[in-house]
Nanobody, 129 residues
């Protein structure tokens, strides 16, 4: 059974850093795209970053570009989201996801929600001011 398990969330002061991890299991995801999403209270889930498992190429939402970095460790079946210079508006539950980002997709989101096949259960990040 496919499973994505996130960890690394917590409470941090503004300007601080956190690194989220997502361990994938149950199948081989080497041909897939891995995405990071977040959902703040009362808001819709939004795409934050995506990384292609094979090539390691990344895309980011404008709101996190230059502050967040996605990476993967194929040997550990794990993707990461390094979050630096955190802001209170980054407070949200962060979700890992896997799917196929359409080659023809030209939207602004790093990873469109309709392309997600599996979701993790999320890890909470709180940034205090």
């Amino acid at each position: 059974q496919e499973q994505l398990v996130e960890s690394g969330g917590g409470v941090v002061q503004a300007g601080g850093s956190l690194r989220l991890s997502c361990v994938a299991s149950g199948r081989t995801f080497s041909g897939y795209d891995m995405g990071w999403f977040r959902q703040a209270p009362g808001k819709e889930r939004e795409s934050v970053a995506t990384i292609t498992w094979l090539s390691g190429s990344t895309r980011y939402a404008d709101s996190v570009k230059g502050r967040f970095t996605a990476s993967r460790d194929s040997a550990k079946n794990t993707v990461y989201l390094q979050m630096n210079s955190l802001k209170p508006e980054d407070t949200a539950v962060y979700y890992c996801a896997v799917g196929h980002r359409p080659i023809s997709y030209s939207g602004i989101d790093p990873f469109p929600r309709y392309a997600v096949n599996y979701w993790g259960k999320g890890t909470e990040v709180t940034v205090s001011s």
